[in-house]
């Protein structure tokens, strides 16, 4: 039985006029200042999946727990630039309200993680109306490892009272839907045309092209349930 509902926030509710890609080039920016080899990253990648590859190589090349920490201060402040630039455009996915609204009347609890700081995040549901359907929120600083992995999602399960396999995930990013299925979350993988197949890679289980259409998803893998 399907008894929550857990969604990603970029892509999935709300979009800007700034983009993940604007993030991913600072980022990368910001790694090859600090002199990991350019070679080691692929700018195709999302950017959780180079956030993984930059704790392994630290960890793989003795770093110490300063030298660390320094890594991921540089990260975080340029994550906190990105995501205040990403506030002042976003707006709501069309049909985000419309879904949200009848997960409630369905009686589903409605979860959403974000890699971002809460205080932007909460500013920027409020905002665009989306806030007042949402249980639950896991943002960045909500769990003690804030680095891309699987804590959100295990975080946002416990405070929605639920097990993994009374859970979906929403989301358009292939890493979100990996965690989603290291957890045993259910997963519902966002893409219109490009970008399924790198999803059904990562272990979605039904691809939704819009948000019109996860209803009907939720429905089919609650039968599943």
């Not at 879904?99 to 809460?118: Q, T």
Request: charged letters at 30%; hydrophobic letters at 45%; aromatic letters at 6%.
């Amino acid at each position: 039985m399907i008894r929550a509902v857990v969604f990603d926030l970029d892509g999935t509710l709300v979009c800007s006029k700034v983009r993940p890609e604007d993030l991913r080039q600072e980022v990368l920016k910001v790694l090859s200042r600090l002199g990991l080899p350019p070679s080691f990253f692929s700018r195709d990648e999302e950017l959780p999946r180079i956030l993984e590859k930059v704790e392994a190589y630290l960890k793989a090349s003795g770093f110490s727990e300063g030298d660390m920490a320094k890594f991921w201060g540089e990260i975080t402040r340029a994550l906190e630039a990105f995501e205040e630039a990403y506030a002042k455009t976003a707006s709501p996915i069309p049909g985000a309200i419309e879904i949200l609204a009848s997960l409630r009347e369905k009686g589903l609890k409605i979860g959403l993680v974000s890699f971002s700081d809460s205080a932007v995040v909460m500013n920027l549901l409020a905002k665009l109306g989306i806030k007042r359907f949402l249980d639950v929120l896991v943002a960045r600083d909500f769990v003690d490892d804030p680095r891309p992995n699987s804590a959100h999602l295990l975080r946002a399960l416990r405070d929605l009272g639920v097990e993994p396999g009374e859970a979906v995930l929403v989301s358009r990013s292939p890493s979100l839907i990996r965690y989603a299925k290291d957890v045993g979350m259910w997963a519902i993988g966002m893409a219109k045309g490009c970008g399924e197949e790198e999803l059904r890679r990562a272990g979605a289980d039904l691809i939704a092209g819009s948000l019109s259409e996860v209803l009907s998803a939720i429905s089919e893998l609650g039968q599943r349930a």
